[in-house]
C-alpha cells in the first residue's frame, strides 16, 4: 500500500493511531508526579499520578502510586497520635462509664485507643490478666 500524502495522508494517520494512547502526556503526568513526590507533596503526587493512569496504565507509574499512597496513610496514622488527646478521650470515658452511659464510654475508649495505640491496648486487658 502506497503512502499516503498531503491532507488526506494526516487524516488516515490520525484514525490509525487515535486508539493508542498519548503516552507523552502519560509520561509527562509520571513526571510530575515524581517531582511533587521529591517535594514531599504527596497529594499532589498522587494527583498527578492518578492522572498519568488514567493516560496510560503502566506498571511503573501504578508502583510508584502505590508507594506514595501507603506513605501517606503511615504519615496521617503517625500524624493521628496524640497522647494528651488519647487521655482526655479515656477520662471522659471512664466518667461516661460512671454514669451509666456505655455507649458513649466505649466511643472515647476506642478514640483514645486510635489515638495512642500501642500503649492502650496492653491496659486493656485489666490488672486481674496475666500476660503470659
Given at each position: 500500500?502506497?503512502?499516503?500524502?498531503?491532507?488526506?495522508?494526516?487524516?488516515?494517520?490520525?484514525?490509525?493511531?487515535?486508539?493508542?494512547?498519548?503516552?507523552?502526556?502519560?509520561?509527562?503526568?509520571?513526571?510530575?508526579?515524581?517531582?511533587?513526590?521529591?517535594?514531599?507533596?504527596?497529594?499532589?503526587?498522587?494527583?498527578?499520578?492518578?492522572?498519568?493512569?488514567?493516560?496510560?496504565?503502566?506498571?511503573?507509574?501504578?508502583?510508584?502510586?502505590?508507594?506514595?499512597?501507603?506513605?501517606?496513610?503511615?504519615?496521617?496514622?503517625?500524624a493521628y497520635i496524640d497522647p494528651a488527646k488519647a487521655e482526655e478521650a479515656?477520662?471522659?470515658?471512664n466518667d461516661l462509664f460512671r454514669k451509666g452511659d456505655f455507649v458513649g464510654?466505649?466511643?472515647?475508649?476506642?478514640?483514645?485507643?486510635?489515638?495512642?495505640?500501642?500503649?492502650l491496648r496492653l491496659t486493656r486487658l485489666g490488672p486481674s490478666s496475666s500476660?503470659?
Amino acid at each position: 500500500m502506497p503512502a499516503l500524502a498531503g491532507p488526506v495522508g494526516i487524516a488516515h494517520r490520525r484514525r490509525l493511531t487515535r486508539s493508542f494512547p498519548s503516552c507523552s502526556r502519560c509520561r509527562a503526568y509520571g513526571r510530575i508526579g515524581t517531582s511533587y513526590q521529591a517535594k514531599d507533596d504527596l497529594d499532589s503526587a498522587i494527583k498527578f499520578f492518578n492522572k498519568s493512569l488514567t493516560e496510560h496504565r503502566t506498571p511503573e507509574i501504578l508502583e510508584k502510586l502505590r508507594l506514595v499512597e501507603k506513605t501517606k496513610k503511615e504519615r496521617d496514622v503517625a500524624a493521628y497520635i496524640d497522647p494528651a488527646k488519647a487521655e482526655e478521650a479515656r477520662e471522659a470515658g471512664n466518667d461516661l462509664f460512671r454514669k451509666g452511659d456505655f455507649v458513649g464510654a466505649v466511643r472515647n475508649y476506642s478514640e483514645a485507643i486510635k489515638r495512642l495505640p500501642c500503649v492502650l491496648r496492653l491496659t486493656r486487658l485489666g490488672p486481674s490478666s496475666s500476660l503470659s
